[in-house]
């Protein structure tokens, strides 16, 4: 009798049963097998199975210091799981099989080796870290795959190699030593791989040049046979070549992408210990390797505690140690929409939720590549102030230190001649109730032999204290900007510039969590002890990826490693065109995780045209995060109208707050998008558009299709209108889907149509400059009625507070809809008062021809001089949608009916009966 841990962190008594078998895997004679007295684990010779839900398995093996119960990297809670009973199936010739009550698993030998040949390659991906064998250290120019592979199979010490093709320009493995046209490099090991379009791998005479993949098989059923998962199959599918430009010729596990023309693979590039979940309803499964495996200390890449272990001191508590490959976790995603997205609930819960911003991230940011002085920089914020342009933060790029003779490889060299003093200029900021952050492009101490690695002790405390200093006089948070020539490495890595893998863990992502951890543990540790709540919960910017994000890359290629969901906010990097931008923003929030992807908002060039800048600001608006970034984007630097407009579309955004801060949160905890690809709501009509990354669901309530081509002013753009009734903003005239439209609009106008299908949209119609001033005290409720009977469901929760108020509004199909106002949660918060103190306007959309006839607030019908009617504008009168309350419809829409239902702080629930006849 011995003890062991099962998937929560408590032990229990385990019974340990060897039992003698011919064969297993070629290397085990004994077959152990550990039955917990719990009964939610299973141990096969070295592999651990754990039964952890009824829908997620975890298949681990043993480490250098065996199971691992602790969290990791990627995996930071997996003790809530309280695991289901799994036994003993049966077991045969090497192969064991084990049964609960929603599946069975078969663990047998590791799938046959499908290392990629010169005759049939891997597509997608390129080295990382390699080693150049000495013949091809200065690269090939090779006139096809075939010579290059003929190069590295004459070389002895050649194991395989990377090809990136006769046209190709650019290459992770291009260097200045290599030959002129160099497409071919010659390889004595890997290091590993990443994505990366018009790349291929081979290896060369037998050789296993790449991982064989998991040191098991495992396949996943369902109790009547269904395969779920199947390690063999998922291997073989990733290095499946689906090429051809013919629909009829692409034949499964490819499939046809409608948007390229051409025949694609999903699993193309995609590595096993990196994200990318499925695509609604086009998998059974999907399993994610924890890999590389590492404990990560509560205070992170802070300065370790004196308490520390001292084995673990020179890594500052980080624990490397117990990191093996093919710790695989399988989500299990059923057959329906709701069972996906409860699978998606359960990755947000075992590797955490992508956090709660603070309220002031969904307004507006600000910052330009320009070489500000304190004048000018008070000049610029008195204009957005005068002008009343809303704006929350407004930061610095690189000019807020010196950058001559490498003193931007630290923190003490502050550009004086531009801000005499820094803390005067925090002061001020925050008089003006902005925050603020700085750019930074850190450089590793390793590389000027001032200390260790990723995680030394030198390392650690050289950047705590440059980026713990700056927050103490004022800084806000920081951008992490991996865009440059140097940068830090992800641990184990010993180089300078701005790249370097370690077993998929990236620069990119290892620099997401080193510059969230560190203003997360400063504000934990000093901001919070002092109950200065200025600043709010902890946020950077970071890299998404490391690619520079172009229209039409596959969205594998901004896989990450699964922990990078955590730290947000993403920017997807330089000169990221408008298409781009919106393509990258409504992906990542199905396959990565990440809800506040977004790029610089107005590009890296400065308009022609104010139109051009209108058509960027229009998709910010109503987008994830809206940053100005790049050129000169400042709103009255063009002409009148165009600052007009502008100004409309920040006003919009700032009138949403109560449902942008809701909608944070709830991402956190359901990982359900507020920029929403169409099959996450619709995934039988992915193929007709519901798929497609050009256009979302903004807020649940508004249908987007951003308009990318700013050339001409009215410009075409085909849509894909959902089922149901969909109300255009600008004219109010309802189409039904599932249909395909083309629309013809101005630059002031951007394609968006309202949900008819039970539409709420709560806002506020005093948003103020700041988020933090927009007047909550009466909310607006947009109420769009169901012609069938559906349920919505919406909350708003306090700033700076989470106080929750959960509404419900209930159409019943025959022109009756109640609103549900439910007492506030979290009693223990001062702001409770102000929610149950709150007023309400409630405005009915009425479609043509509809009235209102009756309407009760707690079961008290109100007199008929108590709705206010509102009939729509002229068709010639300049309108502008989300106007709020008081303001008339768009010309083609039908009334709108509106009443106050005002605050009762003794009331709990407040009901309003709405009749329509």
């Known amino acids: 009798v011995h003890f062991h841990c099962s998937c929560s962190t408590t032990c229990k008594e385990v019974v340990v049963i060897s039992v003698e078998s011919a064969v297993m895997w070629k290397a085990v004679v004994l077959l152990a097998i550990a039955i917990s007295v719990r009964g939610d684990e299973v141990i096969v010779g070295d592999t651990r199975i754990q039964a952890m839900s009824p829908t997620l398995v975890r298949i681990e093996p043993k480490g250098p210091m065996g199971f691992e119960n602790r969290t990791s990297f990627m995996v930071v809670n997996r003790s809530t799981f309280s695991g289901i009973p799994i036994s003993i199936k049966s077991q045969k010739n090497g192969t064991v099989v084990l049964t609960t009550s929603y599946y069975d698993i078969t663990i047998g030998e590791p799938a046959p080796s499908t290392n990629p040949t010169c005759a049939n390659p891997t597509h997608g991906i390129d080295a990382v870290n390699p080693s150049r064998t000495s013949q091809g250290a200065n690269g090939v120019k090779a006139s096809s795959r075939m010579d290059c592979c003929n190069a590295c199979s004459s070389d002895s010490e050649c194991v395989g190699f990377v090809y990136a093709g006769t046209d190709s320009e650019n290459s992770n493995l291009r260097e200045s030593r290599d030959v002129a046209g ?203 102030q005068e002008g009343n342009l809303p704006i929350d933060i407004w930061a610095l790029d690189m000019n807020w230190r010196n950058t001559s003779n490498h003193q931007d ?279 007709d558009g519901a798929g497609s990354n050009t256009q979302y669901v903004f807020l649940n309530d508004t249908l987007v299709a951003p308009i990318y081509n700013s050339i001409l002013n009215v410009t075409r753009i085909d849509v894909w209108i959902p089922p149901g009734d969909w109300q255009d903003v600008w004219t109010g005239k309802v189409v039904t889907g599932p249909t395909d439209i083309t629309v013809s609009l101005p630059y002031e106008q951007q394609p968006m149509y309202h949900s008819r299908s039970g539409g709420l949209v709560v806002m506020t119609s005093k948003p103020g400059l700041r988020i933090e001033e927009g007047d909550w005290s009466t909310l607006t409720l947009e109420v769009f009625p169901s012609t069938e009977a559906v349920d919505t469901h919406r909350r708003v929760v306090e700033r700076g507070c989470d106080v929750t108020t959960h509404l419900t509004m209930s159409s019943d199909g025959d022109n009756n809809v109640k609103i549900l106002i439910s007492p506030p949660e979290n009693k223990e918060c001062e702001k409770v008062k102000d929610a149950r103190s709150r007023s309400w306007g409630v405005r009915v959309n009425l479609l043509p021809g509809q009235t209102v006839k009756t309407v009760s607030v707690d079961g008290l019908q109100l007199s008929d001089d108590a709705v206010t009617v509102f009939t729509p504008v002229d068709e010639n009168v300049e309108y502008f949608p989300f106007g709020g309350l008081g303001t008339k419809p768009a010309h083609g829409a039908g009334n709108v009916a509106e009443l106050r239902v005002a605050g009762d702080v003794n009331a709990d629930s407040r009901i309003i009966d709405i009749e329509i006849m």
């Open 182 to 384: 160099a497409n071919c490099w010659p390889l004595s090991s890997f290091g590993g791989t990443r994505p990366a379009l018009d790349r291929e791998v081979a290896c060369v005479n037998g050789k296993e040049c790449l991982e064989s993949g998991l040191p098991y098989s495992v396949l996943v059923t369902s109790p009547s046979g269904d395969v779920l998962y199947n390690s063999t199959a998922e291997a073989g599918n990733k290095k499946m070549d689906c090429s051809g430009f013919s629909k009829t010729d692409c034949k499964t596990p490819c499939f046809w992408d409608k948007d390229a023309s051409k025949c694609t693979n999903a699993f193309q590039g995609v590595q096993d210990n990196l994200l990318h979940w499925p695509s609604p309803m086009s998998s059974k499964s999907y399993g994610l390797v924890d890999y590389p495996r590492f404990y990560v200390p509560p205070w992170g890449v802070a300065p370790a505690p004196s308490s520390v272990d001292p084995a673990l001191k020179e890594t500052n508590g980080y624990d490397f140690r117990n990191n093996v490959d093919g710790d695989l976790y399988i989500f299990l995603l059923g057959d329906t929409l709701d069972s996906y997205h409860a699978s998606r609930a359960e990755f947000v819960k075992l590797a955490g939720p992508s956090p709660v911003l603070p309220d002031y991230a969904f307004g507006t940011w600000f910052t330009y590549w320009h070489s500000y002085s304190e004048t000018e920089a008070k000049s610029d914020i008195d204009h957005w």
């Open 409 to 687: 490889w630290y923190y003490d060299h502050p550009n004086t001649a531009l801000f005499p003093n820094f803390t005067e200029w925090f002061d001020y900021l925050k008089e003006n109730k902005l925050r603020t952050y700085f750019n930074d492009h850190p450089y590793p101490v390793a590389a000027r032999d001032a200390g260790g690695l990723q995680t030394s002790p030198e390392e650690v405390e050289f950047r705590w204290n440059g980026i713990s200093e700056w927050m103490s006089r004022g800084l806000t948070f920081w951008w992490f900007d991996h865009n440059w020539g140097f940068s830090i490495p992800p641990p184990f890595v010993n180089i300078s510039h701005t790249s370097g893998v370690w077993d998929g863990l990236d620069n990119a992502a290892w620099g997401s969590h080193v510059y969230y951890n560190n203003v997360e543990y400063f504000d934990k540790t000093v901001r919070d002890k002092e109950g200065d709540t200025w600043y709010g919960r902890p946020m950077t910017l970071t890299k998404f990826g490391l690619p520079d994000w172009r229209p039409g890359m596959p969205s594998v290629g901004h896989q990450e490693s699964p922990a990078q969901h955590r730290f947000p906010v993403w920017w997807t990097g330089d000169g990221v065109p408008l298409q781009g931008s919106v393509e990258s923003m409504v992906d990542c929030g199905v396959h990565d995780f990440k809800p506040y992807v977004h790029s610089d908002c107005g590009g890296d060039y400065r308009s022609k045209t104010g139109g051009d800048l209108l058509r960027w600001t229009a998709h910010c608006a109503f987008g994830s995060i809206h940053r100005f970034h790049g050129s000169d984007h400042r709103p009255w630097t063009y002409d009148n109208h165009t600052e007009d407009v502008i100004r409309s579309y920040l006003n919009a955004r700032y009138k949403l707050a109560p449902s942008l801060i809701a909608a944070g949160h709830y991402v956190a905890e359901t990982g359900f998008p507020f920029v929403l690809r169409g099959d996450m709501l619709w995934p039988e009509h992915a193929a």
